[in-house]
């Protein structure tokens, strides 16, 4: 039997991959600026500064997709909800 995953679930899961994963990198940023001196605070903190906004436009992509109605398109409660929390980091209002 070939069980395929539907929509919603793999939307969820995005969102909580999504949250954890910039959560993660905020927490080693925040790591590296406060634990370590020196040039080897910057050599780290760049390219993690770097992967973390690059997850920021993840965010904006997701919110996008909740913009259009299409990231729990059987909720719109649930979309704009979830819509309006992934897009808060960015300072962008959900319409």
Same mark, same amino acid.
């Given at each position: 039997m070939?069980?395929?995953?539907?929509? %919603? %679930?793999?939307?969820s899961?995005?969102? /909580?991959? %999504? +949250?954890? +994963?910039? $959560? $993660?990198?905020s927490?080693?940023?925040? %790591? /590296?600026?406060?634990?370590l001196?020196?040039w @080897?605070? !910057?050599?780290l !903190?760049?390219?993690?500064l770097?992967?973390?906004?690059?997850?920021l436009?993840?965010?904006? /992509? +997701?919110?996008?997709?909740?913009a259009?109605?299409?990231?729990?398109?059987g909720?719109?409660?649930?979309?704009?909800f979830?819509?309006?929390? /992934?897009? $808060?980091?960015?300072? @962008?209002p959900?319409?």
């Amino acid at each position: 039997m070939n069980h395929q995953p539907n929509a %919603s %679930s793999i939307n969820s899961r995005l969102i /909580i991959e %999504s +949250v954890a +994963v910039f $959560l $993660l990198l905020s927490f080693v940023a925040y %790591s /590296i600026n406060t634990q370590l001196g020196g040039w @080897v605070r !910057y050599v780290l !903190y760049v390219p993690v500064l770097f992967m973390q906004g690059l997850w920021l436009d993840r965010f904006y /992509i +997701v919110g996008h997709e909740a913009a259009h109605k299409k990231l729990f398109p059987g909720n719109l409660r649930k979309n704009d909800f979830w819509g309006s929390v /992934i897009l $808060l980091p960015l300072m @962008v209002p959900m319409p």
